[in-house]
Every structure is written in C-alpha cells, then in structure tokens.
Nanobody
C-alpha cells in the first residue's frame, strides 16, 4: 500500500521559513516524479513545485520562484519543500504527490497523494 506522509507544516510569521518533508512508502521512490501542490481556503488546488526522478530537473510555480526550493533524497524516500520568505498568501494545505512522469506530476494527475499538512503564515 502506497503512503505519502507530509510533515513540517505549522504557524509562522511572514518572512520566516518552513521546510516540509514527505516520506514515501510502498513504492519504488526513485522511479517516481514527486511534487507539491497546495490548496487555500475557498480556492482550487494549485501546483507549487515538482522534481524529476533523479532530481536533476525541477519545476517551480512562478509566484514562489526564488523563495521555494524542492529537493529529494532517494536514499531516504523523501522529498522536501524549503519555503523561505513566507507570505500570508502562502497559507494553504500543502500536499505531496507522486507520479510516473514529471508531466503527470505538474499536471495534477498523479497516482498518489498525501493527506496534506497545514501551513499558516500570519502577517
């Protein structure tokens, strides 16, 4: 059974940082593209960042470029999202996702999703 477990969310003040992690189990992690989506209250889920199987290619949403960095550790079956200079607009539930290709991940049609972790940024 595939499981994606997010961690690292919380309440922070604007300008601060958080590092989200997502540990995968039940799949061959190194053959999956990985990504992060978020959903703010009253809004649709949106793409944030994705990383290829080997980690050599990343895609990041324009509005978070320069602030958010996605990385992965295939030995630890874990993908990370480093979020710096957080803004109140970043407040959302952040979801980890795993897909067969980077295109599948960025398109939001991944095979597997985590339960999400809440990130709240106060002004």
């Amino acid at each position: 059974q595939v499981r994606l477990a997010e961690a690292g969310g919380g309440l922070v003040q604007a300008g601060n940082s958080l590092r989200l992690s997502c540990e995968a189990a039940g799949l061959t992690f190194s053959i999956f593209g990985m990504g992060w989506f978020r959903q703010a209250p009253g809004k649709e889920r949106e793409f944030v960042a994705a990383i290829s199987r080997s980690g050599d290619t990343t895609v990041v949403k324009d509005s978070v470029k320069g602030r958010f960095t996605i990385s992965r550790d295939n030995a630890e079956n874990t993908v990370y999202l480093q979020m710096n200079s957080l803004k109140p607009d970043d407040t959302a539930i952040y979801y980890c996702t795993a897909g067969r290709t980077l295109a599948v991940v960025t398109g939001g049609s991944s095979d597997y999703w985590g339960q999400g972790t809440q990130v709240t940024v106060s002004s």
